[in-house]
């Protein structure tokens, strides 16, 4: 369809706005984080940075200039970075695995409470954190769980397995009968069909189930704060504490948050085309 | 720090932490407790304190507004959040009244409680529920650059030179907004606001809780007037509603504010260290100034608890009792600028010339008594943020001052029934 | 782990009585969510059902049971009153904007031809990123002073010098939900794309070859077609404006002015210690949560019987 030449000015502008929209905040967030310091506090502000620095990111790498407590700051976010990708991956890994075979089940099988048991599961997303917080802390001190990447992931599982397991079984679904029913009447037993050839053909859903949990898991904050205290905690908890009682160091708070940003981007980046795909199964089909 | 005088300190620690086994050096090494703490403390705390005790400690460190949430949690699970814990001035009530806390007094010498002043502010029914490790007490701190570009010689000591002083800054345009007062509804709001009700003459109960600001003449009216006041005449910045105590601090740092009314002397540290501040070398400090022009102040302190769940009590008290003892109260006022909450160590360290102004600020410490005669209720909290919001919403021109007043005292009546 | 091994053994019963073992099958592969839940979630939830039913406080001794004394003295809680309005309020501007906003961001992208994989991703970001930092980068965004907002607008010749957004009530509402509104629009948007892809394109031409204006073409073809949808995505965003927390509480911190439901719970169980009060606070928000959830699983069963 040809576009007159107004339209296509319109249409220019509105993606104009959309890109800002939703870009602009981000852009301000890596322009500070790689703005020295004392520039920070000036009037009129500068749209882009007058001069750059990566002083921040060095502080949080551990080398370049050290100042006294720096080794500490260093040593505790390269932590927080592998405790962010140890407890994602793993609440990633084990609520898709279990979704899948539960999305499978709850698609392909008849059993007693199908129906019911599946909703109830669903149900739960909307139950709000607080609602559980302390019976959990409960159960996880009582397992001796507490900073542990087992408690922190069985916890990210019962958040995280309802979307993932509604994504499977809608993905399911939407596979045709008609290859399994081949693959029966050839004898295949149920198991085999379900790993040899129903997960392959769900590969994309798996690709975009995983995407979805894993941003869920990276982005969390009130769970690790109180069940990761010290041992595995992420980067969504330590950035926040540097800013103490005495001094907020909105240098290392931004640089610290732009690398929590980064592994995001370079997902919704390369594998947009399966979250797009993840994030409407459930919800038109 | 030599060698020699590392030893020194150890060996005194030592002394001080295990008094009644000093026969055998390290009874407790094998041990391992868990320690909870705001970030931004030394990090040499643990690896120090292993080496002298063989004690492992696990530091866990959250940001100030974090910390509390997770202790909450583990207390009400029943569990210890930590084996030592942050215990702030404004938990007492609350974690007095849950028995929540061990009670000290037994275990911690008489001799000790006697150079922590702030103790007593850490006393419940008798019971010692933590030992003060950080002191805070509110004090003036002004940058002296502005002053002498104003010509200004010598620190008000009360509210009018205050304002003066202010108002020429003002003119001169050495800075837009000289008085720095955050007045968004958080808490360093609620803890300027009972300063200034001080310094107006006031108090905020009379001994049955019945609230004292709300007739105009008392002092909280006339402290949230002042703030009104002030924002109308174009000396506290508008945008102030937005800010908190932290941010107000920041504005200092960068130049912008002269006086920095919601302050202790803590923030010395930070405001002097080249790497943070524009204003290093301007930091100077004055007596609170009042209405009447005799200074008052109150304490602030921060102290270290040990859960009753706890169990590995004596560990854990041996690191309450090394981290509060006068030789680690020294070093961490060097290491990371903290305010010794022992007399000892805080003359020890004005002698060595290690406090900005240390003359005033013992001057100012001999004023310092806390903010509730007797003791922080239960409903803090809610008084707290009654206050806040009250104070946020008069600064913002919604309310009125009585109003504000109003609402303080009928929020807090009702916290007062729950 | 243990599954595997025990299903093989089965496999030859699976073949000969074909419901019975898809049954046995099904179960046990849904065993592992369901333990998961029940251990996780339902119980706790049961336990804090309990709770609220009892007076649980620290400071008081004893845990009494009151039955639904906290309930009825939360509906008469006016604190808790002006929270649920606020809620109410984020949950109207956040579903009008998001709704709006992800329709013409789907409109657009629809219409984005070769920089469509561009555009896509550049939309989806905000949604990616972890809350806290998108409150964080937004609370900079805010400052009077040094904000971008009040930056722009001062460029553009407009008197927003040293503006606090968070002054006024009404402003300070809208200024908080717009960055939820950020992270959320995306979703919509995301949903409504899809719709609008599943409409055939016979029928736009159709409708071009009976003289139809695009206006019209919206109004009769699209907006019908897509109405299954946008129902899906105001749905979630109604369940996600429900659960406001984080920019709230990172923004405006406790102000009564701008204070959702979420944040009263914690305010009541972990500030104020009247913990089971605070409980029973967050089972209605549950409750509340759960029946617009209930529109929404109803709509999409609805919409999947439909197919």
Partial sequence: ME????????????????????????????????????????????????????????????????????????????????????????????????????????????????????????????????????????????????????????????????????????????????????????????????????????????????????LGAWGQYMVPLIFSPNKTKPLTVLIPEFSTKNFVDYGLINAGGTIAMIVPILIVIFLNRYLVSGLTAGSVK | ????????????????????????????????????????????????????????????????????????????????????????????????????????????????????????????????????????????????????????????????????????????????????????????????????????????????????????????????????????????????????????????MDGKVTFDLGVGPGWVGAFEDKTKSKIAGSTTLGLVPTESGKTVSYGLPEALGIPAASEKKEAALAFVKWMTSKDEQIKLAAEQGLLATRTSAFEELNKQGKILDGDVVIEQAGTVGPLFKQGTPTWYPQFSSAVNNAINQAAKGEISVADAMKSIADETAKAQQQ | MSLSAVLPARRSREKGIDGTADALLGLLLAAPIVIAMVALVLFPVASTLWDSLHRVNPMQAGTPFIGLQHYQDLLKDPIVNEAWRNTFIYVVICVVLETAGGIGAALLINQAGRWRRFVLAAVILPWALPGVVNAVVWQWIYNPAFGLLNGLLVAAGLDFEKYVWFNDRTVALFAVSLVHVWRMLPLTAVIVLAALQSIPADLYEAARIDGASRPKMFTNITLPLIRGGVAIAMTQSTVAAFNFFDEAWILTGSSRGTRPILVQVYLEAFQNLHFSYGMALSVLVMFASLAVSLVYVLRVQRVTRLD
């Avoid at chain 1, 993606?15 to 322009?31: E, N, R």
């Fill in chain 1, 3 to 214: 576009l007159r030449l107004s339209q296509r000015i319109l249409l220019g502008i509105g993606f104009t706005v959309l890109i800002l929209w939703s870009i602009g905040p981000i852009y301000w967030a890596i322009a500070t984080s790689l703005t020295p310091t004392p520039d920070l506090m000036s009037q009129p502000i500068h749209f882009f940075p007058q001069r750059l620095t990566a002083y921040h990111y060095e502080r949080l790498a551990g080398f370049g200039y050290i100042a006294s407590n720096d080794v500490t700051v260093a040593l505790q976010f390269r932590n927080a970075l592998v405790n962010s990708i140890i407890t994602s991956v793993l609440a990633t890994v084990i609520s898709v695995f279990l979704a899948t075979l539960g999305g499978y089940a709850f698609a392909r099988l008849t059993f007693p409470g199908r129906t019911v048991i599946f909703f109830v599961v669903i149900a739960t997303i909307a139950i709000p954190g607080y609602t559980v917080l302390i019976p959990l802390y409960r159960i996880m001190i009582g397992a001796k769980l507490l900073d542990t990447y087992t408690g922190v992931t069985l916890i990210y599982l019962s958040a995280f397995l309802p979307l993932a397991l509604w994504l499977m079984r809608s993905v399911f679904q939407q596979l045709p009968l008609s290859i399994e029913e081949a693959a029966r009447i050839d004898g295949a037993g149920r198991l085999t069909i379900l790993f040899r050839i129903v997960m392959p053909l769900a590969a994309p859903g798996l690709v975009a189930a995983s995407i979805i949990t894993f």
């Fill in chain 2, 1 to 252: 720090m030599n060698k020699l005088l590392r030893t020194t300190v150890a060996l005194a620690a030592l002394a001080l932490a295990m008094p009644a086994l000093a026969d055998d050096a390290k009874p407790l090494a094998g041990q391992s407790i868990t320690v909870l703490l705001p970030s931004g403390q030394s990090p040499n705390i643990a690896s120090d304190f292993e080496k002298e005790t063989g004690i492992k400690v696990d530091l866990q460190m959250l940001s100030w507004d974090d910390i509390r949430p997770k202790l909450i949690t583990g207390l009400i699970a029943g569990t210890p959040p930590a084996d030592v814990t942050e215990f702030d001035w404004s938990w007492t009530g609350q974690f007095g009244a849950a028995g929540w806390y061990e009670d000290l007094t037994p275990l911690i010498d008489a001799e000790s409680i006697k150079d922590m002043p702030t103790a007593s502010i850490f006393t419940v029914d008798g019971k010692l529920l933590g030992v003060p490790y950080a002191n805070d007490f509110r004090i003036l701190i002004a940058n002296k650059d502005h002053l002498a570009k104003a010509g200004i010689t010598k620190m008000p000591t009360t509210i009018d030179e205050l304002i003066a002083d202010a108002k020429l800054i003002k003119e001169k345009g050495i800075a837009e907004y000289p008085l720095g007062v955050p007045l968004s509804p958080s808490e360093g709001t609620s803890t300027l606001w009972y300063l200034m009700t001080f310094a107006f003459g006031g108090d905020l109960f009379d001994k049955d809780w019945k609230p004292l600001f709300t007739s105009p003449d008392s002092g909280g009216y006339k402290a949230l007037q002042f703030y009104v006041d002030m924002l109308k005449a174009g000396l506290i910045d508008p945008a102030s509603t937005g800010l908190k105590d932290s941010d107000v601090h920041q504005m200092f």
